[in-house]
């Protein structure tokens, strides 16, 4: 069975750091495009950055650059982000999700889907 278990999320502090991490089983990251979104209340789902494990091409929303880090670690089958210098409007559910297509911001181009954790960020 083909799951991505996302976690790591919870409560800090403005100006803190967060690490997530998405685990996938059933299948293995390598020729995948994998992304993490997030959605805020009353808001649409967005597309905050992606990797592509086939060629290790990456993408920033630039409301992340500077601050947000993906990474992967193939051993554990595991891709990572690194959020730092959190503000409010980084609250919100953050999602992986992964696409045997290519790297990409559409929420619709993903077939497999973490079940989300809650990020707050108090100020």
């Known amino acids: 069975e083909v799951q991505l278990q996302a976690s790591g999320g919870g409560l800090v502090q403005a100006g803190e750091s967060l690490r997530l991490s998405c685990a996938a089983s059933?299948?293995?990251?390598?020729?995948?495009?994998v992304a993490w979104f997030r959605q805020a209340p009353g808001k649409e789902r967005e597309g905050v950055l992606c990797i592509s494990n086939s060629d290790g091409s990456t993408y920033y929303a630039d409301s992340v650059k500077g601050r947000f880090l993906i990474s992967s670690d193939d051993a554990k089958n595991t891709v990572y982000l690194q959020m730092s210098s959190l503000n409010s409007e980084d609250t919100a559910v953050y999602y992986c999700?992964?696409?045997?297509?290519?790297?990409?911001?559409?929420?619709?181009?993903?077939?497999?889907w973490g079940q989300g954790t809650q990020v707050t960020v108090s100020s």
């Open positions: 059933g299948f293995t990251f390598d020729d995948y495009a």
């Open positions: 999700a992964a696409t045997g297509g290519f790297l990409s911001t559409d929420p619709d181009e993903y077939e497999y």
